[in-house]
Nanobody, 124 residues
Framework: QVHLLESGGGAVQTGGSLKLSCAAS????????IAWFRQALGEERQFVAL????????LVADSVKGRFTISRDDARSTVYLQMDSLKPEDTANYHC?????????????????WGQGTQVTVSA
């Protein structure tokens, strides 16, 4: 199985940037679709972005489109989430998740492996 570890979270002001990393170990990341989800305190988990295995497909949620970019470096077994123009509503715990099914999915229930998460806090 694959193990995931997120890093790069922190506290920034509105308009700032952060780059999250999701590092995989145990198995090659190239065999997995990778997604980022976020969960704010008291709210449901929300899809943010995904990159399919092989990098052929990427998808970002409408709420972050034009501000967030997902990319993957399979040689380094790492997936990145570049977050620009951050807003207070982006404040949440961000998790990466992996899935080896052939179809991509924006639903958290379809992902089998999860990291512990990294906190992002955006102040006004």
């Amino acid at each position: 199985q694959v193990h995931l570890l997120e890093s790069g979270g922190g506290a920034v002001q509105t308009g700032g940037s952060l780059k999250l990393s999701c590092a995989a170990s145990g198995r090659s990341l190239s065999r997995y679709n990778i997604a980022w989800f976020r969960q704010a305190l008291g709210e449901e988990r929300q899809f943010v972005a995904l990159a399919s295995w092989g990098g052929a497909n990427t998808l970002v949620a409408d709420s972050v489109k034009g501000r967030f970019t997902i990319s993957r470096d399979d040689a380094r077994s790492t997936v990145y989430l570049q977050m620009d123009s951050l807003k207070p509503e982006d404040t949440a715990n961000y998790h990466c998740a992996a899935d080896d099914k052939p179809q991509i999915s924006i639903w958290s229930r379809d992902y089998d492996y999860w990291g512990q998460g990294t906190q992002v806090t955006v102040s006004a």
